[in-house]
């Protein structure tokens, strides 16, 4: 998964689009100018390959891609968790209608998946996660995420639980530097994997930390056959797809080149790698890259794909559904 140059294809864009290893694009706030040119986008990437996933990373609070031009500015995911620990029903109401209201507005634009939930646990120390997590406790983070999953899926969309095992313990910003944890196994288990656990099947895609677990394995989870392979399929018994983290981000480049990090990422258990924010350097790794996957991953992302069809925009303005759930995100946070 790789993304485009700017807010048009070039031929460049095409051609890498058009490449037997891509499998996705992901966007960013630089690809957005308004609803009509981000659906223009995204029915150009259709255009060169309809099978092509297409994603963002829009949480909500500070992790937002567009939040202009009707999108609705969404909450961090630490307000909903706050909200619970006032009243409980209504923060699940409200966490589903964020579900909803994201994930619909989103595919009225053409976009199929966003990377969320964030399942980290807030302990208040890390420097990349804070906010963006629902809460400190993981019963709370499971039930909250839960309904997230649920408004997200009442829209015909795949959920992806992040970061696997957990990252918000290590302090760290993978963005930048190599996190760690220090912490014995079965403390990650019982506490910051807990919600990959309990979600169970509900879970439809995991992407996993660019963090050492110093305990476990010498290998940051993305790469490692032990969290991904031992503990997430096989002791988790988690049967959907695994998306990398970002192999540009400095955490990744104990994998070596962009290459050899790529190729460690798919033989550890990934499903498919996501390069940003450099595409001809991804490029060279469409190129170089040696590896088939086999079908049960490739059923895998196909199962991400959405389902059903999604409302155009001014459809989506008037249906009940959606009405609803602005009216109680604008009561709430208002």
Not at 146 to 174: I, R, T, V
Not at 226 to 237: A, K, S
């Amino acid at each position: 998964m790789l993304d485009v140059v700017g807010k048009q294809l070039s031929a460049d864009d095409v051609r890498r689009l058009a490449h037997p290893m891509t499998g996705g694009v992901i966007l960013f706030a630089r690809h957005f100018e308004s609803r009509a040119q981000l659906h223009a986008l995204t029915d150009a990437i259709r255009a060169v390959r309809d099978d092509l996933l297409i994603a963002v990373d829009h949480e909500g609070g500070r992790v937002q891609r567009f939040r202009t031009d009707g999108f609705t500015v969404l909450p961090a995911m630490g307000k909903l968790g706050a909200l619970w620990d006032k009243d409980v029903l209504h923060a699940t109401k409200v966490t589903t209608a964020v579900g909803y209201v994201l994930a619909s507005e989103l595919r009225a634009c053409g976009i199929d998946m966003s990377f969320t939930p964030v399942l980290d646990l807030n302990y208040g120390q890390s420097q990349v996660i804070g906010d963006r997590a629902f809460h400190g406790d993981p019963r709370v983070v499971t039930l909250l995420a839960k309904s997230l999953n649920h408004g997200l899926a009442l829209a015909g969309m795949a959920n992806c639980g992040k970061h696997f095992p957990g990252h918000g313990y290590a302090e760290a910003d993978s963005h930048v530097a190599m996190p760690t944890d220090d912490r014995p196994l079965e403390a990650i288990l019982a506490d910051d994997a807990a919600p990959y656990d309990w979600l169970g099947m509900s879970l439809a895609s995991v992407l996993p930390a660019h963090v050492i677990y110093t305990q476990v394995d010498a290998k940051p989870a993305g790469f490692s056959r032990v969290w991904l392979q031992d503990i997430l399929r096989g002791r988790l018994r988690f049967q959907g797809a695994i998306f990398s983290d970002d192999l540009s981000m400095e955490a990744a480049r104990q994998g070596g080149t962009l290459t050899e990090a790529a190729t460690a990422a798919l033989q550890a258990g990934c499903d498919m790698v996501l390069i940003c924010n450099q595409p001809e350097e991804a490029e060279k790794v469409l190129d170089a890259l040696r590896f088939k996957p086999s079908k049960e991953s490739r059923q895998r992302l196909k199962a991400m794909r959405p389902r059903g069809k999604e409302l155009k925009w001014s459809k989506l303005m008037a249906e009940p559904q959606y009405q609803q759930a602005k009216t109680l995100l604008r009561n709430t946070f208002t």
